[in-house]
């Protein structure tokens, strides 16, 4: 065994799995370097992970969003309570606005946003009155309709956040008894 083999056995963890090295042939004098056979074997580029991609949709969306609250604050809160119907075809009033994001990414932020303030926003259509637009003027009312069926996924929501809750609930008393 050469000399750097011996030093590397003698400092290593002895919990640790041994290494496999290969040596490479130098034509230079002293010991060879050590390669190990995982890195020799390597012959192309690890893929990309799907959560990368993710990650790197979120950070589109989040940029899109950031843009959206910063130039129209009074239809995209940061607060969630205080919500205000938006005038219909909002949507494609902000891709318009937006030319320098892609449709896509202005759907995600859109989607993104009616997700995490839905609640709020299914209050403030059930309540009803003036729809907003873009340019902070009223744009047509919210009509009975569209106030009853606020009404239904609003009572929809609270009812599967119960259940959510009482799932959690006894899963917790399940194990809590387990041990």
């Known amino acids: 065994m050469s000399k750097v ?3 590397r056995a003698e400092t290593s963890c002895p919990t640790a799995p041994p290494v496999v090295v290969i040596k ?3 034509a230079s004098s002293g010991d060879p370097p050590l390669i190990p056979a995982r ?6 580029p690890i893929p990309l992970l799907p959560f990368l991609e993710r990650t790197e949709r979120e950070t589109r969306t989040a940029a ?3 843009e959206m609250q910063a130039r129209w604050p009074h239809l995209f809160k940061t607060e969630k309570p205080g919500q205000v119907p938006w005038k219909k075809g909002l949507s494609l009033d902000v891709q318009t606005a937006l030319p320098e994001f892609p449709a896509e990414w202005v759907k995600d932020a859109l ?14 259509l059930f309540r009803g009155g003036v729809r907003f637009g873009l340019d902070g003027k ?3 009312y919210v009509s009975s309709e569209e106030k009853e069926d606020a009404r239904k996924r609003l009572l929809a929501f609270h009812a ?8 959690q609930a006894n899963t917790e008393v399940t194990i809590g008894n387990q041990i």
Not at 39 to 44: L, M, P, Q, S
Not at 160 to 167: D, M, S, V
Request: aromatic share 12%.
């Open 111 to 124: 989607r993104l946003y009616q997700f995490t303030v839905r609640p709020f926003y299914f209050l403030a």
């Open 5 to 7: 083999l011996r030093q």
């Open 24 to 26: 490479k042939k130098r």
């Open 160 to 167: 599967e956040q119960a259940k959510r809750h009482a799932t």
């Open 64 to 66: 899109v969003l950031r």
């Open 138 to 140: 009223p744009s047509g």
């Open 39 to 44: 890195a020799a074997r390597r012959t192309r």
